[in-house]
């Protein structure tokens, strides 16, 4: 994902400036020493949200605070088989610390001893082990080339190698390669099936040219000491890479005891010395720790804390993000706490406090997660990057209307946040309607720029444009067959749903529901849809779209009529609209009700608005106000009525509508009661239900909330 602009902080300074000093021993805006608290046992800090909440950022942000303070490790878990720049911004700001991606338990502990041999200097323990579990199957060329170039980071890291990283890991598969030919003439590798053994045993070999491996050897041996004292013969290095590429059981024990090396080797190397000069524990940035690799290395990490009788206390900080929230059956004893509650009240930091956060109670390994959830940012967060511009040209509740919009959301409230600010430096004002129409600097427009980062799949994204247009996923599976989408998948639209659900924006929707579920996401998807289909009446543009669905809600049910008057307003037709509520309204068909009648005017009344072309203009206010009545002076007072209504509820359906804020909502809100209120005096059975609408909906509508449909029945309201 694409980072945020840094300083990414609004909201965050909490967790910045307070937990993680009280970590490290380090302040993080001053070059100062803090009270490290805790006592001798330290949380893993995990940070969860969704996308865009930043978490990626505010790694990032503390990566380039620490820099050179203390020893630091940035690690991004990957999924297997993704290429080394998987994940990375393509845009890295100045001074960052990029993440060094990982796709396994093992790699992320290679990251480990790359990053932190400058300080520790040769992992004699872990790094040998590191070489004897990551060999790979002879004639198979991309895999030898892919560990190889994971061995050269570890050997020139270490400083056993001279050379760029391409360079030595050419020159050691060279290496290995020989070792491999000249073991086989003489027939002295052990038998391996797999073709494992030939390479493990050659890349030992040319390691062991190059460092001692007594040191890890005698850790593995001991690690491999069975209960009656009794010493396996065999090489330990030998018997920890059979047992890792085994896998199940064996696997778990291999990497128990890679995480366990590893744990205990940092405790020793940050010796008595550098405990008496207090200087800083490493500190580990894990990024996607949902991701495969990073929950493993946070499970096996946790055990070992978990463990009573250690010979070492390591006090190595290790903060992590996670996409989504954490399951409590995934962690059940991890202390769940929020950022507010990192600062105490009046929101000064005091020594002591944070250690009042988290405390380990017993020996689960979930006690020792300290979960802290990205919330969203508030209203002042939003005010705070918008005064970055001249006020005298951001409308004064412009806050307000973004925040409402993105409910908060970090990344869309600061690209539009950011869009604004840009807007005004060019001496244009920015008033609420305008913000999803802005354009970030660069003069890309903010939807097309915030559904890049939140969906990167092109393909999926582009489908999910057209297909947020349907009322529910039967209906997008309709379209997705009318635009003739194709791919590999069976049901375009299904699949498209899917990925939703694997990028963690939702749960896969019933069939009655929309295929899009997240408001915000859905939002961003129909103004792109709305600036980007093509014009007028092209196969595929606004306007046959909604033609096409008008027309599928019209034969799928007659109790879609809703549905279907919903599609005419969003492709501009509001007269038609109009027309048919208004011959409903006087209709004196016994089926019709007065609770059928008001959910088809609520219903399309919250149709998209359509692009702004030759046929249509945007002048819902201009019209609810009793302007441009000429156009309706064939219908009867009370058509006329019903289009004033339609027109006022429609523009009510705008997220920036806030009529505390917008005296154009407020006007409307008005509007809406006394358009019901004149329709409730013309019909003679309708009178009570629409005369309790007109109390009940400019109030709903002042307060953001749903319009309720009174109960009603046609025998006898006269009022």
């Known amino acids: 994902m694409a980072r945020l602009k840094a300083p990414f902080l609004y909201g965050r300074e909490p967790l910045v400036g307070s937990l993680v000093p009280s970590l490290t021993g380090l302040a993080f805006h001053e ?28 790694l990032d942000v503390l990566a380039r605070g620490y820099r050179d303070r203390l020893p630091l490790a940035h690690v991004r878990a ?86 760029t990283e391409r360079e030595v890991a050419r020159d050691w598969a060279t290496e290995v390669e020989t070792s491999i030919s000249e073991a086989a003439a003489r027939d002295s590798d052990p038998d391996d099936p797999d073709g494992t053994q030939p390479v493990t045993a050659a890349v030992l070999r040319q390691l062991g040219v190059r460092t001692s491996l007594g040191a890890s050897r005698a850790w ?34 291999a990497e128990q005891a ?84 990192l600062l105490p009240p009046g929101g000064v930091r005091r020594p002591g406090h944070a250690a009042t956060l988290w405390k380990r109670t017993g020996h689960e390994p979930s006690e020792g997660l300290l979960v802290l959830p990205l919330t969203p940012l508030t209203r002042d967060d939003i005010l705070s990057m918008l005064d970055r511009a001249s006020s005298r ?40 309607r305008d913000l999803l129409d802005l354009r970030v600097k660069g003069g890309r427009p903010v939807t097309e720029v915030l559904l890049r980062d939140l969906l990167p799949d ?100 007659k109790t879609e009529e809703a549905d279907a008057l919903r599609h005419s307003l969003a492709a501009g037709k509001p007269r038609d609209v109009v027309v048919m509520l208004a011959d409903e309204f006087v209709a004196e068909e016994a089926e019709l009700s007065v609770e059928h009648w008001l959910v088809c005017l609520k219903r399309c009344a919250s149709a998209p608005v359509p692009p702004v072309d030759e046929s249509w203009c945007d002048q819902r206010v201009e019209i609810a106000d009793g302007e441009h009545a000429a156009r309706y002076a064939d219908l009867d007072p009370s058509g006329r009525s019903i289009n004033r209504l339609l027109h006022a509820l429609w523009y009510l359906s705008e997220p920036y509508a806030d009529a505390a804020l917008d005296a154009d909502a407020a006007r409307m809100c008005k509007a809406v009661g006394e358009e019901l209120g004149f329709l409730a005096r013309r019909h003679p059975t309708w009178y009570a239900a629409l005369g309790q609408a007109a109390r009940d909906w400019p109030t709903a509508a002042r307060k953001g909330q749903e319009l309720p449909v009174p109960p009603g029945n046609n025998s006898g309201e006269t009022g």
């Open 393 to 432: 040209l951001l409308h004064p509740h412009l806050a307000s209307a973004l925040h409402a919009l993105t409910g908060g959301h970090p990344s869309a409230s600061t690209v539009l946040a950011d869009a604004a600010v840009e807007t005004a430096k060019q001496n244009r004002a920015v008033v609420p």
């Open 458 to 557: 092109r393909r999926q994204r582009d489908r999910l444009v057209r297909l947020c247009l349907a009322k529910d996923s039967e209906a997008a599976e309709k379209l997705a067959q009318n635009l003739g989408l194709v791919g590999p998948e069976q049901l375009p639209a299904t699949a498209a749903a899917q990925y939703l659900v694997e990028r963690q924006w939702q749960q896969l929707p019933e069939a009655e529901h929309p295929l899009v579920t997240s408001e915000l996401l859905r939002t961003l998807l129909v103004h792109e849809a709305r600036r980007t289909l093509p014009p007028g009446d092209e196969p595929h543009s606004w306007r046959s779209i909604h033609a096409f669905l008008h027309l599928h809600h019209v034969q799928r049910a």
């Open 78 to 163: 990957v999924v297997p088989g993704a290429p080394d720049a998987a994940g990375i911004a393509e845009e890295v700001p100045e001074g960052s610390v990029p993440p060094q991606p990982a796709a396994s338990h093992a790699e992320i502990l290679e990251r480990l001893v790359c990053a932190l041999t400058p300080t520790y200097g040769i992992f004699r323990e872990l790094m040998p082990a590191l070489f004897a579990v990551s060999g790979w199957h002879l004639g198979e060329t991309d895999e030898r080339d892919a560990v190889c170039r994971r061995h050269a980071r570890m050997l020139v890291a270490s400083g056993l190698a001279r050379g």
């Open 31 to 58: 070059r100062a020493r803090v009270k490290r608290e805790f006592g001798s046992d330290v949380p893993v800090v995990l940070l969860t949200g969704e996308h865009g909440t930043g978490r990626s950022t505010l």
């Open 258 to 341: 890679l995480t366990a090396v590893f744990l205990g080797e940092t405790a020793r190397s940050h010796g008595l010395l550098r405990r008496l000069n207090r200087e800083p524990w490493p500190l580990i940035l894990l990024d996607d720790a949902h991701l495969p690799a990073g929950a493993r290395f946070l499970e096996l990490l946790l055990e070992q804390r978990a463990l009573g009788g250690r010979k070492y206390r390591d006090r190595t900080v290790v903060v992590a993000t996670r996409l989504g929230d954490l399951p409590h059956e995934d962690a059940p004893h991890a202390v769940r706490r929020e950022l507010v509650d």
């Open 220 to 253: 593995f041996r001991d690690r491999h000491t069975t209960p009656d004292g009794t010493i396996a013969e065999e090489d330990p290095l030998w018997l920890l890479s059979r047992r890792f590429h085994r896998g199940g059981d064996y696997l778990h024990a």
